[in-house]
DNA sequence: AATAAACGGAATTACTTTCTCCACTTACTT
DNA sequence: AAGTAAGTGGAGAAAGTAATTCCGTTTATT
């Protein structure tokens, strides 16, 4: 009888596999609150475990991404389906806006992989591409029944996702919930008929929103004391 | 008779001064297409300046940013006035959003400004904070007169025009009305009541608008060769 | 107890960005 | 026309930040 022709792949060892895990659930968090731009030095951290070993790992962050949001992409494409099992095409198209962008404005990393497009040729055949298709049908019979306004077209849906998960995933720590306001106006907009606006989410706190914005501004690194100091000996003008 | 207790500033020399204009006109280039991040770098080659002189104008770019968006921001100021100034309430309000808008999207360096927190301060007694007020006013007529509906408060409209011109300043570009597709869509769903919908501005070929955001892409870094090369190695699953 | 696997994290590499410094050039005197 | 103070360019110092490797130590497995 020949030997195994299949070149003998050894088991992980037990602490490896625990640390494997450990890493994919810290990949998980630290990328859904930082999004795709997070250090693997931030992973291994929050994994409790050196960087070394989710090299050993996972030997660049794309491999660890795509790995972690093969899935999450799956769930978005799985959505689109579902909303077109629905009666009303209408709520259907709703229904998919709310819960994809409830995921997306949650979780930044989603955001930046479904955006992103070095990330989009490894998941392309696999989720992401099954999203459109579902997607036009769900528009398609939505104006077909006279619900959503003829002139919007497949591709302003992801272009609405965009904009609207940029402000989710900036005040999604102070005001989680804030988003759904303005995706209720949008979605006031595309029906084709209504007669009152549908009633916005309660906004929160005007200050709170204020400091959710301020806390994601990326010009707050250097120290202002000594910038103001110089403030004044400006130029001749 | 005292000498002169003005500390003889002596005026600055020919060539300083046409240096200092080449500046200012490069930097509102530079800053409209690549926003606040740009580099005095950058500028400084605009202006085909080296960086030094740059430098010993403008001690740093804070000054620099102030000297230049002082005008942006009390256009729109005035913008917020002038609107109210319209008969219509809805039709100001509709006009503010678009001419407010049309420059945000087209100047990444004063959208960026309206939105910092760090730069706000240097401007804020100034014009910046002569637009709240001016769009309040202009909110609570649009809302008295039964167009606007009630629900929303002044602070979305900041939040909404971030949304827009995130997307605006990023197509501007290869598809600059792009935009205004989704305001006509948001101000269809501000408003209290209406038959049809507002017509869209065409959509853009598909292919352009993707080119579009791909170019903005911020994971385009380094060279994607041997990143494919590594590609199958991964690791034990 | 032996040993191969796995570990941690300091150190290296490879940027990017801000800002300084100084040998050279140029505009304004007189 | 010569003197000189003002101005210039741009290399490079300084100060990050992020990705990745390396190796002395620890640990699971036999």
Same mark, same amino acid.
């Given at each position: 009888? !020949?030997?195994? &022709?299949?070149?003998?792949?050894? !088991?992980?060892?037990?602490? %490896?596999?625990?640390?494997?895990?450990?890493?994919?659930?810290? %990949?998980?968090?630290?990328?859904?609150?930082?999004?795709?731009?997070?250090?693997?030095?931030?992973?291994?951290?929050?994994?409790?475990?050196?960087?070394?070993?989710?090299?050993?790992?996972? !030997?660049?962050?794309?491999?660890?991404?795509? %790995?972690?949001?093969?899935?999450?992409?799956?769930?978005?494409? &799985?959505?689109?389906?579902?909303? +077109?099992?629905?009666?009303?095409?209408?709520?259907?198209?709703?229904?998919?806006?709310?819960?994809?962008?409830?995921?997306? *404005?949650?979780?930044?990393?989603?955001?930046?992989?479904?955006?992103? &497009?070095? +990330?989009?040729?490894?998941?392309?055949?696999?989720?992401?591409?099954?999203?459109?298709?579902?997607?036009?049908?769900?528009?398609?019979?939505?104006?077909?029944?006279? +619900?959503?306004?003829?002139?919007?077209?497949?591709?302003?849906?992801?272009?609405?996702?965009?904009?609207?998960?940029?402000?989710? *995933?900036?005040?999604?720590?102070?005001? !989680?919930?804030?988003?759904?306001?303005?995706? &209720?106006?949008?979605?006031?907009?595309?029906?084709?008929?209504?007669?009152?606006?549908?009633?916005?989410?309660?906004?929160?706190?005007?200050?709170?929103?204020?400091?959710?914005?301020?806390?994601?501004?990326?010009?707050?690194?250097?120290?202002?004391?000594?910038?103001?100091?110089?403030?004044?000996? *400006?130029?001749?003008?």
């Amino acid at each position: 009888m !020949p030997t195994e &022709t299949v070149p003998t792949v050894r !088991p992980l060892r037990a602490d %490896a596999v625990r640390n494997r895990e450990k890493i994919l659930a810290a %990949a998980a968090t630290v990328f859904a609150n930082r999004g795709l731009d997070a250090t693997l030095d931030e992973i291994a951290l929050e994994a409790g475990v050196g960087v070394g070993t989710v090299y050993r790992r996972f !030997p660049d962050k794309e491999v660890l991404v795509a %790995a972690l949001f093969e899935s999450g992409i799956d769930e978005l494409a &799985t959505l689109a389906l579902s909303a +077109y099992e629905s009666e009303n095409s209408w709520d259907g198209l709703v229904w998919f806006m709310q819960e994809a962008l409830s995921r997306q *404005c949650t979780n930044k990393g989603l955001r930046d992989v479904v955006i992103s &497009t070095t +990330y989009a040729d490894q998941l392309k055949d696999s989720a992401k591409s099954r999203i459109g298709p579902a997607l036009h049908k769900l528009i398609e019979r939505a104006q077909r029944d006279g +619900y959503l306004r003829t002139d919007v077209v497949e591709s302003d849906f992801p272009i609405m996702e965009m904009m609207i998960s940029s402000l989710g *995933c900036v005040t999604n720590q102070l005001a !989680p919930d804030l988003w759904r306001r303005y995706l &209720t106006i949008m979605l006031d907009g595309l029906i084709v008929s209504r007669d009152a606006p549908t009633p916005l989410e309660q906004f929160p706190n005007d200050e709170l929103v204020a400091a959710a914005l301020r806390a994601s501004s990326r010009h707050v690194k250097r120290s202002d004391a000594l910038r103001t100091a110089l403030q004044d000996d *400006c130029m001749s003008d």
